[in-house]
C-alpha cells in the first residue's frame, strides 16, 4: 500500500482526486459524468433517467430529448400541463370538480351549473 500525496488517492496512487473510472480503466476527469454504462461523458452533458450522456437537453422526466412537460402523482410522465384532482395526466379538459371530461360535457356542466345559479360549493366527490 502506498502512502499518496498531492491530489492523488487509490491504492497505488493511481488516481487523481475526484476522479471516476471509465470502463476501460481510465479516469474521467471531476467535471465529467460516468454513464451508467460505463462510458465517460462529454463536458456539459447531462445523465438521463435511464443513466447514459445526453447532449440534447432532459424534459421534465429525464429523457433525453424528450417531450415529457411534467411528473403525475403516480410518477407517469405528462405530455400536457393539464392533471385532476389527484394529480395524474389528464388528456381531456378538467371540469370545476377537477375530473376529466369531453369538451362537450364541460360546456353542458357550465350551462347546468349557469341555470342553476350556482356560483360555489359544486359537489366534486
Do not use: I, P
Not at 474521467?28 to 460516468?34: H, K, Q, T, V, Y
Not at 432532459?58 to 400541463?81: E, K, N, R
Not at 375530473?99 to 347546468?112: D, H, I, S, T
Amino acid at each position: 500500500m502506498c502512502t499518496c500525496t498531492g491530489t492523488y488517492t487509490g491504492r497505488y496512487c493511481e488516481l487523481e482526486d475526484g476522479c471516476k473510472l471509465d470502463y476501460a480503466g481510465k479516469c474521467c476527469a471531476a467535471n465529467r459524468l460516468l454513464a451508467l454504462d460505463g462510458t465517460c461523458c462529454a463536458v456539459g452533458h447531462q445523465l438521463d433517467a435511464a443513466g447514459n450522456c445526453c447532449a440534447r437537453g432532459l424534459d421534465a422526466c429525464g429523457v433525453c430529448g424528450g417531450s415529457g412537460v411534467l411528473v403525475d402523482s403516480l410518477g407517469s410522465c405528462c405530455f400536457t400541463s393539464t392533471v385532476d384532482a389527484g394529480g395524474k395526466c389528464c388528456y381531456r379538459a378538467v371540469d370545476e370538480c377537477g375530473k376529466g371530461v369531453e369538451m362537450a360535457g364541460r360546456q353542458r356542466l357550465r350551462k347546468e351549473v349557469k341555470g342553476a345559479g350556482l356560483r360555489a360549493g359544486l359537489d366534486c366527490s
